[in-house]
C-alpha cells in the first residue's frame, strides 16, 4: 500500500509540475560551461522549504538530470562541455554538428542521456540494497585498482600510440598534484601563488584545452571559419541526415545496454563519479568496435556510449545515499541537506520510517525522466539553429562565456590566466598528436588516485601486492593486463583496411 501511495503522491499536479520546473532550469544551467548540477543545486535548496519532501527532493533531482543532459548540448554544438562529464560526447558530437547532423547528434544524446537515466533508476528501484552492499566492498584497494583500470581504457583511446596515451595520463596526474597535499596538507608546486594552493580548477582545464584551444585553431583555418552550417527543417536530405532511424536505435541499443551497466556500476561506488563512468564506456566502446567504425569523426556510439554511462549516474549515485547514508556523488551529496531539512535521515532506516515518501521519490525520478525526454525534444530545434550563426559573431560569444565561466567557478581572475595558458597547452597537444583527453582524465582522476595510493601503501605496509590479494581488485588488475595484451595485439598485430565509404559512392 506504501508503494502504491508514494507513486500517487509523485504524480499529483503540483508535484509534476515542480519536477518539469527542475528539469528545465538544469537544462539551461547545464549547458553553460562552468556551470553544472553542482552549483545549481545548493542555489536552489532555499526555493524547496515550503515544498512538500516528495517535490522538494524531485525538483532536485530533475535539476540534476536535466544539468547532466544539458551538458551534452554545448558540448555538441560548440564543442565546449557544460561539465566534465561531458567532455567524451564532444569527441564525435561535435564532428557532427559540423557535418551538419548537430540535430541528430542532439537527439541521440538526448535518447542515450533519457535511456541511461531510467535504467538507473529502475535499478534503484529494483535492487538497490543489494548494490549498495557490493558498493560497501569497495575499500581503497578496490577503488584503485578502478582506477588504474579507467586510466588504462583511457590512454588506449590513443589507439595509434597506447605509450603517447600513458604519458598524457602520467602528465594529468603530475599536474593534479600542484596544491594541498591530501595526507599532510603541505603545499605542493605553488611556486608562492596563494591561487594554487587548491590545485587547477577542471572548469578551467576543461574549458582551456577544449573550448578556446579549438577557437584559436578554428580562427587559423580560414576555409572553416567562413563555413556556415545551415539546418533547413523544410530541406529533405538535411531532414534525412537528422533522422534518428529504427536502424540507429539498432546500433545504438547495445551500446545502451552496456554502457547503462557500466555507468550504474560506477555510481553505486561512493567517489569515482560520472566522468569516469563516460570515458570508461566510450573507451569501451572504441575499443570493442570493427575496424569501419569511426569513432572521432562523427559516429553515433560515440555520442550514446558517455552519454548513457554518466545519466545512469544519476539514479545509480543514490543507490549508497538511500540505503547506507553514504552518497555516491557530489550531487548526491548536496540531496542529504534537502532531506535533513524535511526531516528524513538518509540510511537503512528511511525505508521504515518514510517508506512513502521513498516510492514518492522514486516516482519523481520517473517523471523527472519522461520530462527530461519531452523537453530535450521540444528544446533541440532551438538550440541547433546555433550552428547557422556567422563565426564571427558566434565564436567571440563563445569566448566570452568561456571567460565568464571560468571566472564564476572561483570568482577569481586568476583561473582566467590559467585557463588562457591551458589553451596554449591544448593547442601543442593538438599539434603533437599527443591526447589532450587523456591528459584531462588523468587530471581529473588524480586527486582520487593519490589517495587511494596512500591508503592502500598505508594499509599494507608497502606491499602494493595486495592489489592482486582481494577478489575484487585482482579481477579489476587481470582485466587491465589482459586489455593491454589485446591493445597491443589489435594495434600491431591485427591492422586491416577499411575501405572509404565516399570511394564506392
Not at 572521432?296 to 550514446?304: F, K, L, P, V
Not at 577569481?412 to 591551458?422: E, L, R, S, T
Not at 589553451?423 to 587511494?452: D, H, N, P, R
Request: aromatic share 10%; proline share 4%; net charge neutral.
Amino acid at each position: 500500500m506504501e508503494m502504491l501511495a508514494g507513486f500517487a503522491d509523485a504524480f499529483t499536479f503540483l508535484n509534476v509540475l515542480y519536477v518539469f520546473i527542475g528539469v528545465f532550469l538544469g537544462i539551461a544551467v547545464g549547458c553553460v560551461p562552468g556551470l553544472g548540477a553542482n552549483l545549481a543545486i545548493p542555489v536552489c535548496i532555499p526555493l524547496t522549504y515550503y515544498m512538500s519532501p516528495i517535490a522538494a527532493i524531485g525538483f532536485l533531482v530533475g535539476i540534476n538530470k536535466g544539468a547532466m543532459y544539458g551538458g551534452s548540448i554545448s558540448a555538441i554544438l560548440i564543442n565546449t562541455p557544460g561539465d566534465v562529464a561531458a567532455v567524451a560526447t564532444t569527441f564525435d558530437g561535435y564532428p557532427m554538428a559540423q557535418q551538419g547532423r548537430g540535430f541528430k547528434a542532439l537527439k541521440t544524446a538526448l535518447f542515450s542521456s533519457c535511456f541511461g537515466d531510467t535504467f538507473s533508476t529502475l535499478l534503484v528501484i529494483c535492487v538497490a540494497s543489494m548494490l549498495a552492499q557490493w558498493a560497501l566492498k569497495m575499500g581503497p584497494v578496490e577503488v584503485l585498482a578502478v582506477l588504474i583500470l579507467a586510466l588504462t581504457l583511457i590512454a588506449a583511446l590513443e589507439s595509434e600510440s597506447l605509450i603517447k596515451g600513458v604519458i598524457s595520463a602520467a602528465l594529468g596526474l603530475l599536474l593534479a598534484t600542484v596544491g594541498m597535499e591530501p595526507t599532510s596538507g603541505a603545499p605542493r608546486f605553488t611556486f608562492n601563488f596563494y591561487q594554487l594552493e587548491n590545485g587547477f580548477s577542471v572548469v578551467t582545464l576543461a574549458i582551456g584545452m577544449l573550448a578556446v584551444a579549438e577557437l584559436i585553431k578554428q580562427c587559423t583555418d580560414k576555409t572553416n571559419f567562413s563555413k556556415i552550417i545551415r539546418f533547413d527543417q523544410k530541406d529533405k536530405a538535411s531532414k534525412e541526415q537528422n533522422r534518428f532511424s529504427l536502424k540507429d536505435f539498432t546500433r545504438c541499443l547495445p551500446v545502451w545496454l552496456r554502457s547503462s551497466f557500466i555507468g550504474a556500476f560506477i555510481g553505486a561506488c561512493p567517489g569515482l563519479g560520472s566522468s569516469v563512468a563516460a570515458f570508461l564506456s566510450y573507451g569501451i566502446a572504441k575499443k570493442t568496435s570493427g575496424p569501419c567504425d569511426r569513432y572521432g569523426e562523427g559516429e553515433i556510439r560515440g555520442i550514446a556510449a558517455p552519454e548513457t554511462a554518466n545519466n545512469a549516474v544519476v539514479g545509480a549515485a543514490l543507490i549508497p545515499l538511500f540505503t547506507l547514508g553514504i552518497p555516491g556523488s557530489v550531487a548526491a551529496s548536496l540531496l542529504v541537506g534537502a532531506f535533513i531539512i524535511h526531516g528524513i535521515t538518509p540510511g537503512p532506516l528511511m525505508f521504515e520510517e518514510h517508506g512513502r515518501a521513498v516510492y514518492g521519490i522514486y516516482g519523481s525520478m520517473i517523471v523527472g525522466s519522461l520530462a527530461c525526454l519531452i523537453l530535450g525534444l521540444c528544446s533541440n530545434r532551438i538550440f541547433v539553429k546555433m550552428l547557422e550563426v556567422p563565426k564571427i559573431i558566434l565564436y567571440p560569444i563563445i569566448l566570452y562565456i568561456c571567460v565568464m565561466g571560468t571566472y564564476a567557478t572561483n570568482s577569481d581572475a586568476m583561473d582566467v590566466y590559467m585557463m588562457a595558458g591551458m589553451a596554449v597547452i591544448g593547442l601543442l597537444f593538438k599539434l603533437s598528436g599527443f591526447s589532450f583527453v587523456t591528459f584531462i582524465i588523468g587530471f581529473v582522476l588524480g586527486g582520487q588516485f593519490e589517495l587511494a595510493l596512500q591508503q592502500t601503501v598505508i594499509a599494507s605496509d608497502g606491499n602494493l601486492l595486495i592489489l592482486f590479494q582481494r577478489p575484487i581488485s585482482c579481477t579489476m588488475m587481470v582485466i587491465t593486463i589482459l586489455f593491454v595484451i589485446w591493445n597491443i595485439w589489435s594495434t600491431y598485430f591485427r591492422r586491416r583496411e577499411c575501405p572509404d565509404p565516399e570511394a564506392n559512392a
